[in-house]
């Protein structure tokens, strides 16, 4: 659980699709309360918030889900990644290599666009770190504030569902939501790699 509430709903959303967790944390350990899926009515999707964000407040209250603070995630079909390569750097230097990679990456596009990015902290005594630049358009968090508020919802966090359920773990880690699978490349609990592609479940 990425907050430090106590008690939260998870809600990770795809086109059709929004999976759904509530928990409460006690101590180190986290207790899933329950959880559900909610399939979108065929009006209903994050390029119209409003009638999202209804659907999902009457499929928490027939649930009888419990809290309204939520995290929302995002899956990977919203979200570019690219891979660099940077320089160890103090939180300043940081920024202003990740915003001239972005310059570089996103011309034209940058202003609509959000941007995030994960250094590989474990490579900071080399010559070069891993970095992985991610990207959401505007947009996309703005439906998906939208939504939350439509619902009765406090979105605590919006973050990328798959790259958020690969923390802590290592190695490599597939992650398969409604038509697109993830592959992650973690290392020490963070991630450091990530590409998506289209999946058919069945």
Not at 2 to 7: D, F, G, I
Not at 36 to 61: C, M, Q, R
Request: glycine share 6%; aromatic share 4%; with cysteine.
């Amino acid at each position: 659980m990425p907050t430090r509430r106590t008690h939260l709903l998870s809600i990770a959303l795809t086109p059709t699709t929004a999976q759904i967790v509530e928990a409460k944390r006690s101590g180190e350990a986290v207790r899933v309360v329950r959880r559900s899926t909610l399939v979108f009515p065929k009006d209903a999707g994050l390029d119209a918030p409003e009638v999202l964000g209804k659907a999902i407040a009457e499929h928490l209250d027939q649930q009888q889900y419990d809290t309204h603070h939520a995290v929302m995630g995002l899956c990977s079909r919203w979200v570019l990644a690219r891979h660099k390569q940077a320089p160890p750097a103090d939180p300043d230097t940081m920024r202003g290599i990740v915003n001239l990679q972005i310059e570089r990456e996103f011309a034209g596009s940058s202003s609509d666009m959000v941007f995030d990015y994960l250094l590989d902290q474990s490579t900071q005594d080399e010559a070069q770190a891993a970095l992985l630049l991610t990207a959401v358009r505007r947009s996309v968090l703005q439906q998906a504030e939208q939504a939350a508020l439509a619902a009765g919802l406090k979105a605590d966090i919006i973050t990328t569902t798959p790259l958020a359920a690969a923390a802590g773990h290592a190695g490599t880690v597939v992650s398969v939501e409604q038509g697109v699978a993830s592959v992650m490349r973690v290392k020490d609990g963070a991630p450091t790699g990530f590409s998506s592609c289209s999946v058919n479940p069945d």
